[in-house]
């Protein structure tokens, strides 16, 4: 900049040569021209002078002119471009520059400033370094020119990103550089806009949406790579190609132009759309297209997302087919049975016909489900709910509302004749078995409950809780029946609460006691133990026997503090029978699933038989066979811990749930006791026979006691021991006694008797 400034002095001698000349003429004429000649070569001369120096003068207003002009256009250039010019004087160490002022926000155009100061104060310190470094490069001619991007400090104290680039524009007579001039311009602007674009870039990489920019006639412009995931393109191989590359054939060409219409309109769209990847699989995308503008706002790309959803919505579709159907049968669930049956009952008052809804429930499902397992018990659900469609006709609604509860609608109903005879055909279809795999097949009896609408109802939920009652009533009355509703049943229903709300209060009460029938050792012939059974007397509702009152209990677990209460009693009543002198004696106790599972028994039994000194190995416990499958992980457990305190385990019941002996044989378990309801048929029914005979033989194969329990005759006596039975128990030797005549019995018992 300096040396533009500065006036030029070359060429201004031009006129001199030719006044010289002029003086050799005037010497070869005469005197008196000579001075004439003198005084016009005087005058001539100052003309010439005067022109001269008019000359020099115009000239050089000339030049300054130029100069002012020269550099009021450089500023002006500057001042366009918003760029600085800088000269750096190396001798003098000064930098020189114009349009700082804008640049850096200083006061004057014109700025100089010792490099050293710009150096310490107006650079960014953390730049410092690599400036010097680019400056020492280019002077010693390691680099054509110099550039760097540095931080320079704007008047207001912000840092200001500038390019500066530069070159040696003078050199001392050895060469060396005296002088450095160049530009710098602001690039914060830029750096923000690379460094959002690189974020930007950084993020469409990273999106799992695919994300296209297509150009304003469809084409691809760039993509991300979740795009090339999703549609198995590459970026290569879609550039420059049609958008129309991923329609699918599942969309009419209207479609998607359709879609070009509403970008070319709106600018954007919205939707889903069936698009085709490359290996020509279809899948489903959620598509949103917008326009992208640029600096003048004027449309000039698309930009494309596109989420691949076909999972989501399969998902969807799924759940709203969970919401209305179950899931395990394929049947309607409870939601849609409401529904279909709120329509029933509206077409039924405009057609004034009747609606039945039959209330199905499996007999014994649990048992099964417990025994086989519940995978079995799911083929078992699904077979029921297949024997229930063909059975009615497709009109009809079949519905599974939980577990083994299934309901029916049947419409257009006239008579109440016509309903029972649909649910008898329904109860005859289950006489033939359902078949589970290649090797199982079960059968399997229902109870149902109907109701009637208008009859018993209005609305579904009043109609579904009636037809639920009638078929508690159906398993009352010995199961595998239907039932009706009355008005009745309801005064059943709630005697059912009124029995749960007075055993709650029984224990406090004292309104249990405990009856002790005595087991006949067949091997010798004496009185070896006895099993407590329960008795209830509720001041409220009389007599109650422990087959309607178990469950009940069972059902709202007060069987865990009643089941702690009959094992104190009952050691109590042992504790006092062995202080007399029975110490052979074995106390038998029932022992529901819950207690199993809740009550923590081993540790309670150890803990009673210490407090009341009797041993644990004079206790057995009584679990039914259904129960220890149930649980058979956590059971085992407990029964294994029970056995390892020396208590005995017996299988309850054995025979009318569905376990094998094979499995049996996994237990910790001492004693099976065979079933009343084989003992009973045992001298009519060949069967039963066939089957006790056979327990006995299998128990014995595996090292099990066999008990009968029921017996009530000579004769069954008879069979029993002479098919190796151990034990009996049942009116034949006594029924259930209360301690002090069980005692009494015990006493007076002789071992000859049995013979
Ligand atoms: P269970 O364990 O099978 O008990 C045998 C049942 O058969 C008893 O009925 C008993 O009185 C009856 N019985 C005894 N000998 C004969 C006979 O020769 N012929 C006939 N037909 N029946 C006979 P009970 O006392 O009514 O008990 C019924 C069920 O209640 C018991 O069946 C048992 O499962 C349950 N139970 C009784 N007491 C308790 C208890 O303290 N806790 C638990 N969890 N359940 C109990
Ligand atoms: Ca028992
Ligand atoms: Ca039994």
Redesign the pocket.
Known sequence: MRGLARPCSLGLALPLPALANSVDFTIAVGVEWLLVVLAALVFGLVFLRWRARRALRDQRSEHSNALIEREERLSLALWGSGDEFWDWDIARNELFRIGADRLLGHGSNHDSVPIDIWRTQQVHPDDVARVEAAVTAHLEGRSEFYETEHRVRHHSGKWVWVRSRGKVVARDDDGKPTRIAGTARDISQDRRVARERRIASEVLRSMGEAVAVIDLDFNFVSVNPAFSRITGYLEDEVIGRSSALLDSVQHQPAFYQNIRQRLGDDGRWAGEMWQRRKDGEEFLGQLEISEVADGEHVRSHFVAVLTDITDTKRFEQELRYLANYDNLTGLANRALLSERLAHAIVRARRQDTRVAILFLDLDRFKDINDSLGHSAGDRILKAVAARLLATVGGNDTVARLSGDEFTLVLEDIHDIAAVEKQAQIIIDSFTSSLDLDDQHDVVISPSIGISLYPDHGLVPTELLKCADTAMYQAKASGRNTFQLYTAAMDTLARDRARMAGALRKALDRGEFR??Y?PKLDLTNGNITGV?????WHSAELGEI???VF?PI??ETAL?VP??EW?MRESLVTLKRWRHSGLTAITMA????VL?LLRANLPELLTQMTAELDVPANRVEL?I?ESMVMAKAEQTNQALNALRRIGTTIAI??FGTGYSSLVYLKRLPIDTL?I??EFV?DLSRDPDDAAITTTVITMAHSLGLKVVA????TQEQMDYLREHGCDAI????LS??LDAHHCLAFMRSWQPVGTA
């Open positions: 405990l009856l029938q099993e407590a059974l329960l008795r026997p422990p087959t178990i209990a069972e069987i009643i089941g009959v106790i029932n022992v529901s207690q009584e039914t309850d019941d006791k079933d009343k009973g329990e029921g017996v009530e128990q049942g009116y034949w029924p259930p």
